[in-house]
């Protein structure tokens, strides 16, 4: 099997007084339904800083102020290979608004019940839950 070329996407968690913000991915999208933490593709030529901007200006009416870069993840899915880069984001302008007709929530990393996520998110959630556990110690 040909090994293809990875989609580099951006995802950002969004902190806010202790809980994480993530959107359900809206009718007509590839996995509507699913929750995901907010982003989407680079441009060519593009930043991932200044990808992570655009898109949250584009899906969420907010402009990042404060961020930083924590891990990165190839994913395969059967149509495509994205390289996911996840940030934290720790300040922001705006207030979050649907842009793209998207539900979006504020979540808690110990109440996590019954939230349909992406499958790549869940190894996302248990290795936030287990950094920020450290972090609390």
Known sequence: MTR???I????GIIWKEGQFLCAERPQ???YAGWWEFPGGKVEKNESLGNALVREL????GIT???FDFWIEKIVDYPEYTVKLHFFDIWEFTG???SLENQRFDWFNLTAL???KFL???YKILEMLQTRELRSNT
């Open 119 to 121: 499958p790549v998110n």
């Open 64 to 66: 990042p102020t404060r």
């Open 113 to 115: 019940v019954n939230v």
């Open 8 to 11: 580099p996407v951006v995802a």
């Open 28 to 30: 007509g999208k590839d």
């Open 57 to 60: 200006q584009e899906e969420l």
């Open 95 to 97: 207030e979050v608004t």
């Open 4 to 6: 293809r070329i990875p």
